[in-house]
């Protein structure tokens, strides 16, 4: 009997081995997206779910979790449980920002999340209702010395990007305005198409439809060269403020402690997505410049973005608490 024990052992071990070292994933995946259905991160976190699900065999299943600069989302994902079964998409508003602004913040960036990938950026522009009278920067800029803090710009929600862009863009411009701030880019665009609050800064993949079909319209794009999507768009550097460069970027992170296998998983399917020519086309459709790199590549980036922006905040005095 005793001879037989390490037979039977071995036939157990055998069968119990599929179950200690299952696959990932083995099961549904949540993403969470911190911002409204229609943002740009909501589109880019939808796409990339669903290039996972056909790569990966398992359903990626996108959450909004929309308000407060993308904060209650993120906190929702730092809480989850670091099995590789929620995500966040990792933006630079919530994750680059918000740092920047909140004196407290219920996570930390970089104690709290394991960065996977940078997946693309996507420049900022400042756009206006159509309704409204402004033609180029220098006739809002004119408008908002006539009456300071009287006009009222829109944001996705304090401490995002399209919040910082245009502090930036006041502090740049010598000129003082109203934050309107909304939970998302739809509701916020829903207020300029309707003439209660002019203008706002958004990215041109969460604009760009708006802009074509005539409701919205586009006075500076916040990147060194013009936009091949927004060709007719003068950037905002060209127009008087030099060096002025606003863009956003969109990546995905996991809870702290998540297991590097399954990060570098993840990270190896971010790769192979931005590889893929027909994702590229789509991308390039949508107006997203795609970025990809390693997950060490990442976690630099998101350091330095929280310097940079730091250095924003301090110099406009832009605070949400």
Same mark, same amino acid.
């Given at each position: 009997m005793q001879?037989?024990?390490?037979?039977l052992t071995a036939v157990l071990l055998a069968l119990c081995a599929p179950v200690f070292a299952q696959a990932y994933p083995s099961k549904p995946v949540k993403v969470i997206v911190p911002f409204s259905p229609g943002s740009a991160t909501d589109i880019l976190g939808r796409l990339m779910a669903d290039q996972f699900a056909k790569s990966m065999g398992r359903p990626f299943v996108v959450e909004n979790r929309s308000g407060a600069g993308g904060i209650p989302g993120t906190e929702a994902a730092k809480n989850a449980a670091p099995d590789g079964y929620v995500l966040t998409m990792c933006t630079s508003g919530p994750f680059g920002i918000n740092p920047a602004i909140y004196t407290k913040l219920p996570y930390d960036p970089i104690r709290d999340f394991e960065p996977i990938g940078n997946i693309g950026f996507t420049p900022q522009t400042i756009v206006v209702g159509a309704a409204q009278p402004y033609r180029t920067l220098k006739d809002l800029v004119a408008a908002a010395r006539a009456k300071p803090g009287e006009l009222a710009y829109a944001s996705l929600g304090v401490g995002s990007t399209s919040h910082l862009t245009m502090e930036a863009f006041q502090s740049a411009a010598g000129i003082r305005l109203n934050h309107v701030p909304f939970k998302g880019s739809g509701d916020a665009q829903i207020q300029l198409i309707g003439g209660n609050?002019?203008?706002?800064?958004?990215?041109?993949?969460?604009?760009?439809?708006?802009?074509?079909?005539?409701?919205?319209?586009?006075?500076?794009?916040?990147?060194?060269?013009?936009?091949?999507? %927004?060709? !007719?768009?003068?950037?905002?550097?060209?127009?008087?403020?030099?060096? #002025? &460069?606003s863009v956003g970027w969109i990546g995905l992170a996991a809870p702290a402690k998540t297991p590097n296998a399954i990060l570098d998983q993840l990270n190896g399917e971010?790769?192979?997505? %931005?590889? !893929?020519?027909?994702?590229?086309?789509?991308?390039?459709?949508?107006? #997203? &410049?795609?970025?990809?790199g390693s997950r060490e590549e990442f976690a630099a980036f998101i350091k330095a973005e929280i310097a940079k922006w730091t250095k924003v905040a301090r110099a406009s005095g832009a605070k949400a608490d």
């Open positions: 001879a037989c024990r390490p037979i609050v002019p203008l706002m800064s958004d990215t041109i993949p969460g604009v760009l439809a708006q802009v074509k079909a005539g409701k919205l319209r586009a006075l500076g794009v916040a990147i060194p060269k013009r936009s091949p999507h %927004l060709p !007719d768009v003068p950037t905002i550097a060209e127009q008087g403020y030099p060096d #002025f &460069e971010i790769r192979k997505m %931005l590889a !893929d020519p027909a994702v590229l086309e789509k991308l390039n459709a949508l107006a #997203f &410049e795609p970025i990809g």
